[in-house]
């Protein structure tokens, strides 16, 4: 069994930042691909930035610039620095990671519960 365990959401003026972790810990073989997603109420889950073993990083468009995801992968955990914010980014944001339980088995996408990011105006 995997557990993405996320921390650092709360409440911010507009203007200003938060950063986001993510723990992973578990039945854990490798990890691929780490990411944030989140979700605006009423709204479906959208990308925010992805992360690969390698580095790699990829942004959505309404995050280019201002946010910047990273990695540990001696840890397993990956975190989210968002400055700039404004009152659009509030929303949950889910941490994922495609993990891999043993060699050889695919990888599987597994979710954490979700932290609330609020941005004032």
């Known amino acids: 069994q995997v557990q993405l365990v996320e921390s650092g959401g709360g409440l911010v003026q507009a203007g200003g930042s938060l950063r986001l972790s993510c723990a992973a810990s578990?039945?854990?073989?490798?990890?691929?691909?780490m990411g944030w997603y989140r979700q605006i109420s009423g709204k479906q889950r959208d990308l925010v930035a992805v992360?690969?073993?390698?580095?790699?990083?990829n942004y959505a468009d309404f995050v280019k610039g201002r946010f910047t995801i990273s990695r540990d992968n001696t840890k397993n955990t990956v975190s989210l620095q968002m400055n700039s914010l404004k009152p659009e980014d509030t929303a949950v944001y889910y941490c994922?990671?495609?993990?891999?339980?043993?060699?050889?088995?695919?990888?599987?996408?597994?979710w954490g519960q979700g932290t609330q990011v609020t941005v004032s105006s």
């Open positions: 992360i690969t073993t390698d580095g790699t990083t």
């Open positions: 578990g039945s854990i073989f490798s990890i691929n691909a």
């Open positions: 994922n990671a495609e993990v891999r339980y043993y060699y050889g088995l695919p990888y599987k996408p597994h």
